[in-house]
C-alpha cells in the first residue's frame, strides 16, 4: 500500500553525491521511494508538510538521511527540530556526512539521530543499515506522517 | 644653863652652821672649825679645871658676879671636848669602819640620852657625875640636838649613812630606830608611873612593859616587814625587768654584732670586688689604649673608603689617607674646615649637609647616594653613610663619615640598566614574534583544516562515481556477452571495456585512494594541532604499556623485543601522548631490519639539563636507522625514507613533532653510534615538582615558552 511503505528522504546538497546515494540504495535492490531535496527548509518543509511541501499528499514512516553541511537550515538543526516535534520526534535520522569532528559525532547523537555515518561511504555496509532500518521500521507500526 | 654652856652651843651651832656641806668658801669653813676648836677648848679646860680642881672657865671670865655656884658641869664639858673635836673632824673620813665625828657625837648622843633617860625616869645618877653639879635638862636636850645635827650635817656617810640609804635599809632603819628610841622609854616611863601611882607592883610592871614592848616591837616589825615586803617585791620586779631589758638588750646587742660581723664580712668582700674592679678597670684602659692605637693604624691604612670623624657641628675633626686620595685634601689643610665643602654648589644652597647631620643625628645613621666635589673641582659619585656618635649619657659628640667613591659602580649600573632594558625590549619583540608565528601556524592550520574538509566533498564523488563507472563498465560487459553482436565488434568493445577503460579507471581509483590518504593525513595533522588538550597527569609508564599492548600481535608477528624502563609521570593530554608513543613505537616496528632480531627501547634520561620543569625520554631501535643528511628531513610532511616497506603517508612525525611541541617540549634524533634510529623528547613533569601549574589549561606554545623564561629566570624554583 502506497500510504504505508517508507519514504526515504534524502537531503543533500551536492548532486553527485546524491546521485551516489541514490544509485546504490538500487543497486542494492531497495525499491522504496526516495524523495531528494536540497537544503535543510526543503528537509523540514516536506516532512511537517509545510511551506514548499504545503500540499504533498500525507504518507506512510519516513526515513531521513541528511548531510550536515547544506544551505539555509544544515542538517544538525534540522536534526534538532525534527526531534523536538512531537509530531516528527520518532522519525528515524541517518547523519550522512563528510565531517568527522568528533563533538559534531556527539552532538547528533545527542539530539537524537539514530546513525551518523561519514563520507566516503562504504556503501556496502551502508545499504545494510538502511535495510535493517527499513524492516525495523516495517515491524514497528508508526503512526502515519501528516495524518 | 651655865652662861659659858650657853655660849659654847652657840659657837658649837654656828660652827655647825658654818660646816654644812653646801658652805663651799673655806674661809667661813675655817671659822667653823676654829668655832669648833674653840667650843672643844671650852670643855677641855673646864675638865682640867675639874681634875686640878681650879674654877676656871669661860663664865668666870665673862660672868663673874652672877654666876654664884653655877658651873658649867664636868660631863658636860666632856660632851663640849667629844663635840667641839667632832665638829672639828667633821670632815675627816675613815676607809672602813665609823668616822671620827661620828663616833664622837654617838658618844655624846648617848651619854646626853643617858642624862635625859634619868630626867624623866628620876634617876639622878644617869646625870650627876660625882660631887660635882649636874647636867641640866636642856643641856641633854640641846646635846641631843646637837648630836642629831652634827649626825646629820655629814648624811652621806658612817652610820648616818644607813639612815639615809634611800632603799629598804634606810626604811627599816628609820621606823625601827624611832621605835627603838622611843618605845621603850615611853613603856619605862608608863611602868614607873604606873608603879610610883601604886596601880601596880614590880613584876606585873615588868611584864606589862615587856609585853607592851613586845607587842609595840612585833607590830612594827610586822608593818615594817610588809613595807619591806612591797619594797622588796618592787625591786624584784624592777630586778626581773631590768633582766629581761639587760637580755633584750644582750640579744639585740648580739644581734647587732652578728650583723656587724655580717656587715663586715659583705664589706670585705666588696672591697675585694672593688679592688678587682679597679684592676679590670686598669686593664681595660690599658686594653683602650692598644686598642685605640690599633684602630688608628687601621684607619690609616685604609684608601679605598674616606673615613673621617665630624664634631657636632660639622667641621672636620680626623683625616685618612683614603679621604686625601678620593678627595684630594691633605690633612692640615682641611682640618677644621666644614665638610660642606665637599658638596657641589646646588646641594649647599639646598642646605643638604646640615640636613645630613640633622637625620643622622634624628636617626641614628643616614645613607646616601649623591655627587661630591674633589680639591681640584671635578665631580665623583659617592656612597655617604654619616652615623651619629653619641656618650654614655646620650649626648652627641660627632659624627663619623664613610664615603666611597663610586663612580665607576654607577657608570657600570647604568650600562646593567641599559643592557637590561634592551634584553627586556628583545624579550618583549620575542615574544611578540612568538606569538605571531603561533597564530600563523594556527592559521595555516586551520587553512589545511578547512581545505582538507573541503576536499572531501569532491573526492566522495570522485570515489564514488568511478566506482560507477566501474559498475557501468561490468554492466556493459554483461551487455555485451549477452547480445550476439559481431565477433570483432564484440572483441573490439570488449577490449575498449577491459583494456582502456579499465586502465584508465585504474588509475583514476589509485589516484582518487592516494588523494584520500593525502586528505586524510592532512586531516589528522590539522586535527592534531586544533585539537583542545586537557592537560593532566600522566602515567607514562601505564601508557607506553597499553601501546605495547595494543600493538602485541604486531610485535610477536616480527619476533621484535620491547623493553620499558621507568617512566615518571608527565603533564598533559593522556590521548596524545599515547598517540605519540604510538607512532614512535609503531614507525620503530615498521621499520626493522631483516637481518637482526629488533630490540626497541623505551626509557628515562632524567631531568632535562638545566631545565628541572622537563623529562627527557627515549624511543631506541635497532632497526634500519635514518641517514645523517636526511634525519633534517624526517619531521617534514609526507616525508618517507622506506616507502616501499610500509604503508603511511609519512605524516607521523610530523605529527608527533607537533604534539610534542604543544606540550612544551622538544623531540630531535640522537646520533648514535650502533645501527637504528634514537629519538629524544621532553615532556613537561607535574606541577607539583615545580612549584607552579605550568599547565592547567591548554597552554599555548608562546605562552608556555614564556612561562618558561620566566621559570628559568628564578621564579620556579624546583622543590625535588
Known amino acids: 500500500m502506497p500510504e504505508q511503505s517508507l519514504v526515504i528522504v534524502l537531503a543533500e546538497d551536492d548532486d553527485g553525491h546524491a546521485s551516489l546515494v541514490q544509485r546504490n540504495l538500487k543497486r542494492a535492490g531497495i525499491a522504496n521511494e526516495i524523495v531528494r531535496l536540497e537544503d535543510g527548509q526543503q528537509a523540514l518543509d516536506y516532512v511537517r508538510r509545510e511551506g514548499e511541501h504545503a500540499g504533498r499528499p500525507p504518507n506512510g514512516p519516513l526515513l531521513l538521511l541528511l548531510d550536515i553541511n547544506m544551505p539555509r537550515v544544515d542538517g544538525v538543526e534540522v536534526l534538532r527540530r525534527i526531534k523536538a516535534d512531537e509530531t516528527t520526534a520518532k522519525t528515524p535520522v541517518i547523519m550522512l556526512t563528510t565531517t568527522d569532528d568528533p563533538r559534531e559525532v556527539q552532538r547528533c547523537y545527542e539530539l537524537g539521530c539514530s546513525v551518523y555515518i561519514t563520507k566516503p561511504v562504504e556503501y556496502e555496509a551502508f545499504v545494510e543499515a538502511v535495510k535493517r532500518l527499513g524492516m525495523f521500521l516495517q515491524v514497528v507500526s508508526i503512526p502515519p506522517q501528516g495524518g | 644653863m651655865n652662861p659659858a654652856t650657853a655660849l659654847a652651843f652657840i659657837l658649837a651651832g654656828c660652827s655647825l652652821g658654818l660646816l654644812q656641806e653646801q658652805n663651799r668658801s673655806r674661809r667661813w669653813r675655817r671659822v667653823g672649825r676654829m668655832a669648833a676648836g674653840t667650843v672643844a677648848f671650852v670643855g677641855a679646860l673646864k675638865l682640867v679645871g675639874y681634875g686640878f680642881g681650879w674654877r676656871v672657865g669661860l663664865d668666870r671670865l665673862l660672868f663673874a658676879q652672877r654666876l654664884g655656884d653655877n658651873e658649867m658641869a664636868p660631863n658636860t664639858a666632856a660632851y663640849f671636848l667629844l663635840t667641839g673635836l667632832a665638829l672639828a673632824l667633821l670632815d675627816v673620813r675613815t676607809r672602813r669602819g665609823l668616822p671620827p665625828s661620828q663616833g664622837l657625837t654617838l658618844l655624846t648622843a648617848v651619854g646626853s640620852f643617858l642624862s635625859l633617860l634619868g630626867y ?28 642629831l645635827g652634827i649626825l646629820a650635817a655629814r648624811p652621806g656617810r658612817g652610820a648616818t649613812r644607813v ?106 668582700e666588696a672591697n ?48 685618612n689617607s683614603g679621604a686625601e686620595r678620593i678627595k684630594g685634601y691633605r690633612e692640615e689643610e682641611i682640618l677644621g674646615r666644614h665638610f660642606s665643602c665637599f658638596y657641589p654648589r646646588e646641594d649647599i644652597e639646598d642646605a643638604k649637609p646640615e640636613r645630613m647631620l640633622e637625620a643622622a643625628a634624628a636617626e641614628g645613621r643616614v645613607e646616601d647616594e649623591g655627587w661630591r666635589i674633589r680639591r681640584d673641582g671635578a665631580p665623583f659619585w659617592a656612597s655617604v653613610v654619616i652615623h651619629a656618635i653619641r656618650d654614655d649619657e646620650g ?27 634592551q634584553l627586556r625590549q628583545r624579550l618583549r619583540e620575542l615574544a611578540a614574534i612568538n606569538r605571531d608565528l603561533e597564530h600563523k601556524n594556527q592559521e595555516n592550520e586551520m587553512f589545511v583544516y578547512s581545505v582538507s574538509h573541503d576536499l572531501r566533498s569532491p573526492l566522495v564523488n570522485l570515489q564514488g562515481f568511478s566506482n560507477e563507472l566501474r559498475e557501468v563498465c561490468s554492466d556493459i560487459r554483461s ?22 577503460a579499465a586502465e584508465s579507471l585504474h588509475f583514476i581509483q589509485s589516484a582518487v585512494t592516494r588523494l584520500s590518504s593525502i586528505i586524510d593525513a592532512l586531516l589528522r595533522l590539522s586535527r592534531a594541532g586544533r585539537i583542545e588538550y586537557q592537560f593532566r597527569e600522566v602515567d607514562l609508564s601505564a601508557v607506553v604499556a597499553r601501546v605495547a599492548d595494543a600493538m602485541k600481535s604486531t610485535i610477536d608477528e616480527k619476533e621484535a623485543v620491547v623493553s620499558v624502563g621507568e617512566l615518571p609521570p608527565v603533564w598533559g593530554d593522556a590521548t596524545a601522548v599515547e598517540q605519540v608513543f604510538a607512532n614512535l613505537i609503531g614507525n620503530a616496528l615498521k621499520y626493522l631490519d631483516p637481518g637482526r632480531p629488533g630490540q626497541i627501547e623505551i626509557g628515562w634520561r632524567g631531568e632535562s639539563s638545566g631545565d628541572p620543569a622537563h623529562h627527557t625520554f627515549y624511543v631506541r631501535d635497532n632497526g634500519l636507522g635514518i641517514p645523517e643528511h636526511q634525519q633534517s628531513k624526517a619531521f617534514q610532511a609526507f616525508q618517507r625514507l622506506h616507502p616501499h616497506m610500509a604503508g603511511g603517508e ?8 607537533r604534539i610534542v611541541e604543544r606540550h612544551g617540549g622538544q623531540i630531535w634524533i640522537e646520533p648514535e653510534e650502533t645501527p637504528g634510529t634514537t629519538f629524544h623528547l621532553t615532556f613537561p613533569a607535574p606541577p607539583h615538582q615545580c612549584g607552579d601549574a605550568l599547565g592547567e589549561r591548554a597552554y599555548s606554545n608562546t605562552e608556555r615558552s614564556e612561562e618558561r623564561a620566566r621559570a628559568i629566570s628564578g621564579d620556579c624554583v624546583s622543590g625535588r
Not at chain 2, 657625875?129 to 640636838?145: D, E, K
Not at chain 2, 551487455?479 to 582502456?500: G, M, T
Open chain 2, 479 to 500: 551487455v555485451i556477452a549477452d547480445h550476439s553482436l559481431p565477433e570483432d565488434v564484440q572483441r573490439r568493445a570488449l577490449d575498449l571495456i577491459d583494456k582502456d
Open chain 2, 120 to 147: 624623866v625616869y628620876g634617876a639622878d645618877s644617869l646625870y650627876i657625875v660625882g660631887p660635882f653639879i649636874p647636867m641640866a635638862v636642856n643641856t641633854a636636850m640641846l646635846f641631843q640636838l646637837l648630836s
Open chain 2, 163 to 268: 639612815i639615809t640609804d634611800p632603799g629598804i635599809g634606810g626604811l627599816s632603819a628609820r621606823r625601827l630606830l624611832l621605835a627603838a628610841l622611843v618605845v621603850p622609854v615611853v613603856c619605862g616611863w608608863l611602868r614607873l608611873l604606873g608603879e610610883r601611882g601604886g596601880l601596880y607592883g614590880g613584876e606585873f610592871g615588868v611584864a606589862l612593859m615587856v609585853a607592851s614592848t613586845t607587842m609595840i616591837f612585833a607590830a612594827i616589825a610586822w608593818w615594817t616587814g610588809a613595807a619591806l615586803a612591797r619594797v622588796d617585791d618592787q625591786r624584784r620586779q624592777s630586778v626581773e625587768a631590768l633582766q629581761r631589758t639587760a637580755a633584750e638588750i644582750h640579744g639585740l646587742y648580739e644581734n647587732a654584732e652578728r650583723q656587724v660581723a655580717q656587715r663586715t664580712v659583705e664589706l670585705t
Open chain 2, 395 to 421: 649626648r652627641l659628640i660627632g659624627f663619623s663619615k664613610v664615603t666611597r667613591d663610586i663612580t665607576e659602580r654607577r657608570r657600570a649600573g647604568e650600562q646593567i640598566d641599559e643592557l637590561n632594558a
Open chain 2, 272 to 319: 675585694q670586688a672593688l679592688q678587682t674592679q679597679i684592676d679590670e678597670h686598669r686593664r681595660a684602659q690599658l686594653d683602650l689604649r692598644q686598642s685605640e692605637e690599633r684602630f688608628r693604624l687601621l684607619v690609616e691604612s685604609i684608601e679605598d673608603y674616606a673615613l673621617l670623624m665630624l664634631d657636632p657641628e660639622g667641621h672636620i675633626a680626623s683625616w
Open chain 2, 650 to 657: 609519512g605524516m607521523g612525525l610530523t605529527i608527533v613533532r
